[in-house]
């Protein structure tokens, strides 16, 4: 028969690194969710800060009551000594993550063995909900550790060591724990009513009784001072009620879910480790199912009141009881002959498994306001302007409050105008949509049109509007993130130069030049050619010309030979003086250099080489 003590604890060095790796992957490719963007911003992070801790105080108490200060504060402090980073900011979670798989493994194995620690470990490490959360930039890995420090803190008190420095460090982790869950997240004070309710029923009302109540009476004081804004906001609540009650889980639906979640949708092993744990008949069994009942009696409970449980992360504080149950359980079935190996080889498939299959991940996590922003700002970066606006459609329609900080964080430093398109309603294009697409594009300026293909954003929607007012010149991004593609305004003859060649050939000037601030100008060219103009015979010359008529750059490319085309070209002015300067336009047979006489079709200027517009390059400030 394998029993406990067979399990070392170096077990726990394969299983950290296990997490560690699950934590890490994608961290830096993960995009800013609406979530996160207000950890930044309620911690003063970057460039929305620094605060000093009274100001990150303040600034969640009057713009972000909602939460709790906890975490904004200390990731504050966390970005002001490793500097900030969106990766550093994330290693909070990944770091607080960690901490709790090593911390149920400690209440594991003092309170069970040392296979139940390595069991309540893997459990809670390796729950793939628990995974997601170690490389999202909130405050829910956190929210676990300061509920798992709290629990072995109070076994401790109750049933640890009887020596006086044991004690004393308990009280401190079981104190240090309980202050957390109050300022952490308003839904781990859940953990700490089962835990007073257990030791109110349970615990014999003896002297060592006493320290756990006054401990947590400190607590209950030191929260005090952000008592009165935790409980304005269940007026605010209530103002929002049916609102809230349209979006919140209901509770069989938390339960079945919970269940379902935890176990890496392994809920008939889940059943028979939980069934197994009750079997181990010693106090932790008590406290374990005590607080996972009453942690969701009270969340249940509160649900139903006031409609508050609109994802299953507010319960967080569930999965440490839970790992503690199926640890309990798996102690029994290794004592019982069933080799634990077989246990946490399941456990680990399921989670593999399941971390790479999207379908799954899809369930639970927040994903559906998550855009590939920081792709987009990436990948408009070095082409730009301040004259261009920038179009992205999103998914759904009308929520653009959702979306806005997050598309704000990117391209803040960007120029241009970003503007955004919801969806359009379902099943046909609304009259409402095709307005708001006619009145974000009638302008003559470069449009920019992003999208992330993976989503429903019904792009052909936009586009049956957009064939009206505007061509496509470039295609800048298709991948399975980001489509990204920039379009020219259909030639006008009221705003547009247009230079005739020869007989049979026209080149226009779809956008007005920009004043130049970067290192390249972006020029839109539209062409024409009949069809009697040889394929592969003539090239386009776009050459810039200073003040004194001097050739200082130039770019060249093949005449497309249709009925109209647009070209987006970059011409490189890399160490050219700041001043006025000339692009000129000529059309030439690239086998012999022979220019073809060129007119002016406004002006009727001729040459073999005409201006197309000016611009100036500005002085770097």
Known sequence: MLTAPRYHWSWMVWLLLLVTFLGLRGMSARTLSFDEYWSLYDAGVGRYGPLSPAEVWNRVANEDPWQ?????????????????????????????????????????????????????????????????????????????????LTVWGYWQLIAGHRKRYAERYAAIWFFAGMLGLFYIHYFSVFTAIAIAAYHLLFVPKNRRWWRPVLLMGVAFLLFLPWFGVAYAITAKNNLH??????????????????????????????????????????????????????????????????GVVAHIRYLFGLWPALALIAALGIDRLAWSGLRPAVLFSVWIVACLWNTYDPAFIKLF?????????????????????????????????????????????????LPGEYLMLGAPGRPVVSDTYEQRAHELTQSRQRLWVGYDPSQDTDSAAFDRVLVNTHILCNRYAETPLLNLSV???????????????????????????????????????????????????????????????????????????TEFACQDNEIVLDKLPPGHYTLMAVVYAWQTGERLPAQNMTIGAQGDRLPLGTFSIAAAS
Do not use: C
Not at 287 to 299: D, E, H, Q
Not at 378 to 395: N, R, S, W
Not at 490 to 500: G, I, M
């Open 68 to 148: 709790a200060p906890g975490y904004s504060l200390i990731l504050s402090g966390w970005n002001a000594v490793l500097g900030w980073t969106e990766f550093t900011s994330r290693m909070l979670s990944l770091s607080a993550g960690l901490l709790a798989v090593a911390g149920i493994y400690r209440l594991g194995r003092d309170a069970i063995s040392p296979l139940g620690g390595l069991g309540a470990a893997l459990t809670l490490g390796l729950s793939v909900f628990f995974t997601v959360y170690l490389r999202e930039l909130r405050g829910y890995t956190l929210y676990v550790a300061f509920t798992i």
């Open 241 to 306: 009620q049916e609102v809230r009650r349209a979006i919140a889980v209901d509770s069989r639906t938390v339960t079945q879910f919970i269940l379902y979640i935890f176990s890496n949708g392994s809920v008939a092993l889940l059943a028979v480790v939980g069934v197994y744990s009750l079997r181990f008949r010693q106090r932790i069994t008590g406290l374990a199912w005590f607080w996972a009942i009453g942690f969701l009696v009270i969340g249940l409970l509160i649900n139903q009141v006031w």
């Open 365 to 413: 996590d927040n994903s559906w306001d998550r855009l590939p922003w920081n792709v987009f700002a990436q990948t408009l970066a070095p082409h730009v302007q301040k004259e261009d606006k920038v179009i992205f459609l999103l998914p759904y329609p009308g929520v653009y409050d959702m979306y806005r900080p997050s598309l704000g964080h990117y391209t803040q430093d």
């Open 487 to 561: 379009y020219a305004p259909l030639p006008d003859p009221a705003h547009n130069v247009r230079l005739h060649f020869g007989t049979d050939i026209d080149l226009t000037l779809l956008v007005d030049l920009p004043q130049v601030a970067g290192h390249s100008l972006s020029v839109m060219i539209g062409s024409s050619a009949k069809a009697n103009v040889p394929a592969n015979t003539y090239s386009i010359g776009l050459q810039v010309q200073d003040a004194n008529g001097q050739l200082v750059a130039q770019k060249d490319y093949g005449l497309p030979v």
